[in-house]
């Protein structure tokens, strides 16, 4: 760790795109526990591959700009220099290239970009092996069910432990990468219930929502219907 103000200043400068990457990331990944080493790597990481990307944008366009082809070189050959010479550009470029790096970073944390990824892992994976595909590491069951058709509904059967059962339409669930004691899910809409004892099917009146803890489920079922909004007119 840097111990100068301004060393400590560009330190963190630096993995601001990796902490923009972790930040939109597990905005909409399932939250699962690491250890202090792993989310420094990951920043790190992130941020460095953030850096690289608009670095490489900017060498890129050296190529056919002569005025960034030779501040580029400056900035390598000797930086104090261009610092002197125009310190508020010097300044300027810089702040401009970290936000830019923020940006790359926030997209490679996007739903979108990590999707894009999937898809070319998963199509290199392919070449190779045909087996049945397993779970993606850090992905619950119960993540990889309910949002396996994006845009579909998704309507839950719970038999409960107690031996009641209990289906309705999903409304949220916890996306907890492990299982715990707390983790829950809600369901809403018309939700139909058969108690232990009973063999009759009833609608739950008078009430809008349930919530299931995953330590009273015995097992689920999960079903997917094309959502109104999305269908054909």
Same mark, same amino acid.
């Given at each position: 760790m840097p111990t100068e103000p301004i060393a400590a200043i560009v330190y963190i400068c630096l993995l601001?795109?990796?902490?923009? =990457?972790?930040?939109?990331?597990e905005g909409h990944r399932?939250?699962?526990?690491?250890?202090?080493?792993r989310e420094t790597a990951t920043v790190v990481i992130a941020s460095a591959a953030s850096l690289l990307s608009v670095f490489v944008c900017i060498y890129v366009a050296a190529f056919f700009v002569d005025s960034v082809q030779r501040g580029l070189l400056q900035f390598f050959v000797d930086p104090a220099v261009l610092l002197k010479d125009d310190s508020q550009q010097f300044l300027g470029v810089l702040l401009g290239g970290v936000v830019a790096s923020v940006l790359v970073g926030a997209f490679y944390g996007s739903a979108t970009a990590h999707r894009w =990824?999937?898809?070319?892992?998963?199509?290199i994976y392919a070449l190779f092996r045909k087996d049945v595909p397993s779970l993606e590491r850090g992905l619950s069951a119960w993540t990889a069910a309910f949002e396996a058709l994006p845009g579909h509904d998704v309507r839950i059967g719970a038999q409960l432990k107690s031996g009641t059962w209990i289906q309705g339409n999903l409304y949220t669930f916890n996306q907890d990468g492990h299982d715990g004691p707390d983790r829950a899910l809600t369901l809403s809409g018309d939700i139909l219930y058969r108690l232990a004892e009973s063999a009759e099917v009833r609608e739950l009146e008078g009430f809008s929502m349930v919530v299931l803890h995953?330590?009273?489920?015995?097992f689920m079922t999960v079903g997917h219907e094309l959502a109104p909004r999305n269908r054909a007119a």
């Open positions: 601001l795109p990796g902490i923009a =990457f972790i930040w939109n990331f399932p939250s699962i526990k690491r250890s202090v080493f =990824f999937r898809l070319a892992v998963q199509s995953s330590s009273e489920i015995e």
